[in-house]
């Protein structure tokens, strides 16, 4: 098909290949939505498939439109048949579908922030436990973590160490049986009940696994466990699964998200091919240069090089022609200067100018005192450079 043409040869790699699990390591600016949008629109476009029976998850619903409206835009076709969502949208869709088989209503309600706080205040109240000393807020992020791990209120119970955590699990029950009698789910609890839906009712799992014959995720690094179990409960059978992600990237672990997903994908679908995009259209090659420094030091990343579409300066070339000529304070290492090197290279002279004049400013905040009574500590006191960039 002719917007074939339009991707570079790493990119129609990942596009061509059909059958079996696949795994997209793919950076910032690396075109990896193209390389998605550009599979589904094969997928379809060539007859491999059905409309409905590709299924592509990511995480926001602006990245889920654009990603239909980039298929409908390469097909010149309505798309609406097509599962593009993300995944609490797909789990929403699924349980008022197929709920009543873990008896779950169809018309159960969803609980916002507003209202799960509501819920937090009032099981606060009914346990006579001062908001003091468990924050409603605090509770209700303890809670999502609890399910994003899968953890019920009686394992947070038998694990308290401490009157806190004792109370934690007393407020997650309540606020659990709450949600319960009021027909209602949480966020969390969309992605839970539809993994027990899968796991409790073999007949809406087969029914699934064989509609959804292509499943993609994208942003794979950020899945939690119920989001992965969900996949797999999917894909196991006929294990036509992409996932498209970047480990270098993984910044949700405080929200659920486990690396080990992608990590551990190979050791998951052994068989699995991996295609990695490593031409950036988005960054000079000095800045990928600095990145690639820095997460080099990550010992368990999947090993990527990232080459820029345009042409510009590397890092050892820009490095060179910086030279750190001074600095302010007796308290300067090395890494330090190394530092400010790096910082003149990636943001430009003129920006780090603008920094090094206000820790000028820090610095003399700073300064020693000739008062015998001023007895602050210099030895954090914030070091500052002068630098010139040689033409």
């Known amino acids: 098909m002719q917007f074939l043409a339009t991707l570079n040869p790493e990119q129609r790699e990942a ?4 059958a079996g699990p696949l795994l997209i390591l793919a950076g910032a600016g690396s075109g990896k939505t193209r390389v998605i949008t550009t599979r589904v629109a094969h997928l379809v476009g060539d007859g491999h498939a059905q409309p409905a029976e590709v299924l592509a998850v990511t995480f926001t619903n602006k990245a889920a439109e654009e990603m239909r409206a980039r298929v409908e835009a390469l097909l010149g076709a309505d798309c609406s048949r097509m599962w593009v969502s993300t995944f609490h949208s797909l789990c929403a869709r699924l349980l008022r579908r197929e709920g009543p088989a873990i008896g779950l209503s169809r018309d159960f309600v969803i609980y916002d922030s507003s209202d799960q706080v509501t819920v937090v205040k009032q099981a606060l109240k009914e346990l006579h436990i001062d908001d003091s000393f468990v924050q409603p807020r605090v509770a209700l992020a303890r809670i999502s973590q609890a399910k994003n791990r899968m ?3 009686q394992a947070i119970a038998t694990a308290a160490w401490n009157p806190r955590d004792e109370q934690f699990a007393k407020v997650y029950a309540r606020y659990a ?15 839970l009940k539809t993994v027990d ?8 799992r087969t029914k699934y696994a064989e509609q959804f ?3 993609m995720v994208d942003e794979y690094q950020d899945t939690n466990r119920p989001q992965y179990l969900l996949i797999r409960s999917l894909a196991d059978g006929h294990r036509n699964l992409c996932v498209v992600g970047d480990p270098d990237q993984s910044i949700y672990k405080w929200r659920g998200a486990d690396l080990r997903n ?5 050791n998951d679908f052994p068989e699995a091919r991996i295609v990695k995009l490593e031409r950036n259209y988005r960054s000079t090659q000095v800045i990928l240069d600095a990145a690639s420094s820095v997460i080099s030091q990550n010992r368990t990343r999947k090993p990527r090089s990232s080459a820029s579409s345009s ?10 022609r910086v030279t750190i000529t001074s ?3 007796p308290h300067v290492r090395a890494a330090d200067r190394e530092s400010a090197k790096l910082s003149v290279v990636m943001f430009g002279p003129k920006i780090v100018s603008s920094a090094v004049q206000r820790r000028k400013r820090a610095a003399t905040a700073w300064a020693p005192s000739t008062r015998a009574s001023d007895s602050r500590d210099v030895s954090n006191a914030p070091p500052t450079f002068a630098f010139e960039v040689r033409r």
């Open 327 to 329: 600095s302010c304070g």
């Open 177 to 191: 049986t709450a949600l319960t009698g009021s027909n209602a789910l949480d966020f969390d609890d969309l992605l």
């Open 151 to 153: 953890e019920t209120p």
């Open 197 to 204: 839906l899968f796991q409790q009712s073999e007949r809406v």
């Open 262 to 266: 992608i990590l551990d994908f190979e």
């Open 15 to 18: 596009v061509l290949q059909i």
């Open 213 to 215: 014959r292509f499943v």
């Open 311 to 320: 042409h510009g300066a590397t890092l050892a070339s820009w490095s060179s």
